[in-house]
């Protein structure tokens, strides 16, 4: 019941519990944490041109990749549709380089009509900081809101109209 059927990571009642017990073992040992929030870029567009079968495809690639970045002690979940978060203690390794690698390399071998792409939010929380669970989440998603909106621009501009596909 703590695990998301399609893709394998915990869900929202995993969150409840498994999330919330490491978010208070690593506040407790006073360890900087970082949060990821993850967003699949056009998933109405993949659902609705190619179907419903490539949409779960982009999912479940989607949790493999975070799998692929995140440490075995990290959380990770699929927050709802499309959105997917992790969290965990701070390594030296920077994970948005790595998603875009995986995501490249899915992409140049992958014989699905569509191109998968993802929008990162980051935080880190120091350990001075009291936060709870729940605001660092926030922040996470509202810099990936910050990022998915950059994209959009981007396209705007490169495309000199505005985009209603996003």
Do not use: W
């Not at 567009?45 to 975070?66: M, Q």
């Not at 809101?145 to 000199?160: C, E, H, L, S, V």
């Amino acid at each position: 019941y703590m695990t998301d059927q399609l893709t394998g990571l915990h869900n929202r009642f995993g969150l409840a519990s498994e999330g919330q017990l490491l978010y208070e073992k690593l506040t407790k040992a006073g360890q900087p944490v970082r949060y990821l929030f993850l967003d699949v870029d056009d998933m109405k567009v993949i659902n609705d041109r190619y179907g419903h079968e490539a949409g779960d495809c982009a999912l479940r690639t989607t949790a493999g990749i975070l799998r692929k970045v995140c440490g075995p002690d990290d959380f990770m979940m699929r927050y709802g549709g499309d959105e997917f978060i992790a969290f965990g203690s701070v390594t030296d390794t920077n994970p948005e380089p790595m998603v875009r690698e995986l995501l490249q390399e899915f992409n140049d071998n992958s014989s699905l009509p569509f191109r998968l792409d993802l929008s990162i939010g980051e935080y880190i929380r120091d350990p001075e900081e009291t936060n709870t669970l729940d605001d660092c989440l926030r922040e996470a998603d509202r810099r990936m809101y910050q990022t998915k909106k950059r994209k959009k621009d981007k396209r705007t501009m490169r495309n000199g109209h505005a985009d209603t596909d996003a």
